[in-house]
């Protein structure tokens, strides 16, 4: 594929800021450091194994995955893989069994079917694998509920074939502020960890790895007593819910969609070519309105979503584009917008330096 | 690929009941028969060249895309095609252009600027290409806004180099119920529609085309005088919202997703592996919550998603699934999910048959 300029790029085109991406890799890096934390990323983000490898070189002590599709791609460029999703069904585990041997291999889960289902595939295929045993601190999604179900899934996980009992993780995503006004909330959430923790340690089942974290509390990681490691996904790349929470400054978000303004026809409102086949139609946090904002105006919102239509509201602004002008959108949650590309174009002193294939998207050959 | 079978498949999966898909067609084409309407789907929703096969088989007289890889992609099996998008940057165009010299393409537009770029990229081209003025018909998206603008695109299309004017075009997307309580609004349209149209045909620019339509008006397309052509998406497959909106029964729904429970450990509900990531968090029409509903029990619906993981609400239900079983999702927005499958399953007495590739979603290579 020839190199297109950022003037002449088809649009939609999804773009990655190279500087912003080493700059929030380096801000994640040290903050883990000086806390004593691993961090494990959460590649999901934007399922590029190159981005990945960059994540390695910056100092990420192994990769997050959530489906086999990930785990393979990452598997090119990472050694130590967390699928931080249940392993049940037996395609899932047949992939994932089939991983390089060499792959280190760890899975969050929470019943004893996962269980049972990973012991025997991992027997067949010859592996170890390790488990995690996953708690609910409170977002009430996955996980167990009580000290002493966690403490029957990781007696049970130290002593099936082929696995092996490594320790616990959560996912803390019903703390979506970074803000003051989330104090008590991370604060019952560290309680809490406690109490899992020392049931499972008087047991003799210590959890070696306490694995937790999100982008929104990313920088409070600190806080939570115990905690060993951190999984940031949006944190490679930020979006406007991010920093609409106070986990990122919004010149740290490195990902944008480039687009064209094909219609200013209706009084009061453009329409741009990016609707929710590039932005995916996710709602803001809190007090976030709309579906994006453009990184050079901010105040310039994404008011509604069609598949291929996104309305800017230019009622904050005097600025009125014109058919053909071109615009960068921040999404609300760059996770559901990348899965929507085949490719990331990356900038680099902002002109395209080159392309990625988002590799991790979808299922692969099953 | 070797043929799975529905119970082996890899979860998440998108699946067609192809029986359903026929009926579907059967239905539209019978009622477009009926009414002397044309009928041109648009292929957005499936992005699959066969299942387009299947609808000019059926009886439509050409496909819509929005898109130019949609165009290219579908232009492999029909030669009729309309692209109801503005043809707004270069690289939209030149693509565009570049769609076999065979196939007779008409765009929608609604700005001068846009038909000047038209005009030249065909003329370059050596191609004509027809156009339609896009109207607003009240959804204040695209489209222009009076009878005199109309009239002086229209005047403009019918003298541009390498272009010919066809007619109007609209998408009453504002109009999402086909019940009576939105008589009024129809009539509306109807009335709207008919100035314009009285306003062009008034001064020599009779339009030959008059083009609109949209899944949730379909059945009541013929109550709106002067329409020539109607385009129904969804149709094709029907989803949780059209069923909603009285535009299809429940057993009309030929797309499901395929997924299975990865776990209960919070009481009260159900995890399933389809997420955001696989039926895209849309928001229902009116009264509809939730993001989806089970195929076979509608009153199971999708409470909430997160990327790979979908909520079953278990409150109206005493079924109580157990890890590793299986259940099949209708998604409120039926497009919005195709687009983030690579392929879907078609079964056939409810058996796989085959893998259809949504060829036509994203943008191809460039």
Same mark, same amino acid.
């Not at 994540?55 to 990420?60: E, I, R, T, V, W």
């Not at 929710?276 to 803001?284: R, Y």
């Given at each position: 594929m020839e190199r297109p300029s950022l003037?002449?790029?088809?649009?939609?085109?999804?773009?990655?800021?190279?500087?912003?991406?080493?700059?929030n890799l380096r801000r994640v890096d040290t903050y883990a450091r000086q806390h004593g934390l691993r961090w494990r990323p959460h590649t999901k983000t934007h399922k590029v194994p190159e981005l990945a490898a960059l994540q390695l070189q910056a100092g990420a002590s192994g990769v997050t995955v959530s489906t086999p599709h990930e785990a393979e791609v990452m598997a090119t460029v990472a050694s130590d893989v967390l699928l931080a999703y249940p392993p049940v069904g037996a395609a899932r585990l047949e992939r994932l069994m089939r991983l390089p041997a060499q792959v280190r291999l760890t899975v969050a889960l929470d019943s004893r079917e996962a269980l049972a289902g990973l012991s025997i595939a991992a027997c067949k295929a010859g592996r170890t694998v390790g488990v995690l045993v996953e708690l609910d601190l409170g977002m009430r999604r996955?996980?167990?509920?009580?000290?002493?179900?966690? @403490?029957? =899934?990781?007696?049970?996980? #130290? %002593?099936a074939e082929s696995v092996e009992y490594r320790g616990i993780t959560f996912y803390p995503g019903h703390?979506? #502020?970074s803000l003051n006004a989330q104090n008590s909330a991370l604060g019952d959430l560290? %309680?809490?960890l406690q109490e899992f923790s020392r049931a499972l340690s008087d047991? /003799?089942?210590h959890p070696g790895v306490v694995s937790g974290g999100s982008t929104p509390t990313l920088w409070r990681s600190h806080e939570v007593a115990g905690l060993t490691e951190i999984r940031p996904g949006i944190n490679i790349f930020n979006d406007r819910n991010s920093a609409a929470v106070g986990a990122c400054d919004w010149r740290e978000c490195a990902y944008s969609v480039l687009a064209t303004v094909v219609s200013t026809a209706v009084?009061?409102?453009?329409?741009? &070519?990016?609707? !929710?086949?590039?932005?995916?139609k996710e709602e803001g946090v809190a007090s976030v309105a709309g579906?994006?904002? @453009?990184?050079?105006?901010?105040?310039? %919102? @994404?008011? !509604? =979503? !069609?598949?291929?239509?996104? =309305?800017? &509201? =230019? #009622? /904050?602004t005097d600025w009125r584009p014109r058919v053909g002008d071109r615009v960068r959108v921040v999404p609300n949650h760059v996770c559901a917008s990348v899965v929507l590309h085949e490719r990331l174009w990356a900038l680099r002193a902002?002109?395209? !330096?080159?392309?990625?294939?988002?590799a991790g998207r979808g299922w692969g050959s099953p």
């Amino acid at each position: 594929m020839e190199r297109p300029s950022l003037e002449n790029l088809e649009t939609p085109a999804a773009l990655v800021d190279l500087e912003r991406v080493e700059a929030n890799l380096r801000r994640v890096d040290t903050y883990a450091r000086q806390h004593g934390l691993r961090w494990r990323p959460h590649t999901k983000t934007h399922k590029v194994p190159e981005l990945a490898a960059l994540q390695l070189q910056a100092g990420a002590s192994g990769v997050t995955v959530s489906t086999p599709h990930e785990a393979e791609v990452m598997a090119t460029v990472a050694s130590d893989v967390l699928l931080a999703y249940p392993p049940v069904g037996a395609a899932r585990l047949e992939r994932l069994m089939r991983l390089p041997a060499q792959v280190r291999l760890t899975v969050a889960l929470d019943s004893r079917e996962a269980l049972a289902g990973l012991s025997i595939a991992a027997c067949k295929a010859g592996r170890t694998v390790g488990v995690l045993v996953e708690l609910d601190l409170g977002m009430r999604r996955v996980g167990v509920q009580s000290p002493a179900e966690a @403490l029957a =899934l990781a007696r049970e996980s #130290s %002593t099936a074939e082929s696995v092996e009992y490594r320790g616990i993780t959560f996912y803390p995503g019903h703390i979506r #502020s970074s803000l003051n006004a989330q104090n008590s909330a991370l604060g019952d959430l560290t %309680t809490r960890l406690q109490e899992f923790s020392r049931a499972l340690s008087d047991a /003799g089942l210590h959890p070696g790895v306490v694995s937790g974290g999100s982008t929104p509390t990313l920088w409070r990681s600190h806080e939570v007593a115990g905690l060993t490691e951190i999984r940031p996904g949006i944190n490679i790349f930020n979006d406007r819910n991010s920093a609409a929470v106070g986990a990122c400054d919004w010149r740290e978000c490195a990902y944008s969609v480039l687009a064209t303004v094909v219609s200013t026809a209706v009084p009061g409102q453009a329409v741009i &070519d990016a609707g !929710s086949k590039a932005l995916a139609k996710e709602e803001g946090v809190a007090s976030v309105a709309g579906y994006g904002a @453009l990184l050079d105006r901010p105040e310039v %919102t @994404l008011r !509604s =979503l !069609s598949e291929e239509h996104g =309305l800017l &509201d =230019l #009622s /904050g602004t005097d600025w009125r584009p014109r058919v053909g002008d071109r615009v960068r959108v921040v999404p609300n949650h760059v996770c559901a917008s990348v899965v929507l590309h085949e490719r990331l174009w990356a900038l680099r002193a902002g002109s395209v !330096s080159h392309a990625w294939a988002v590799a991790g998207r979808g299922w692969g050959s099953p």
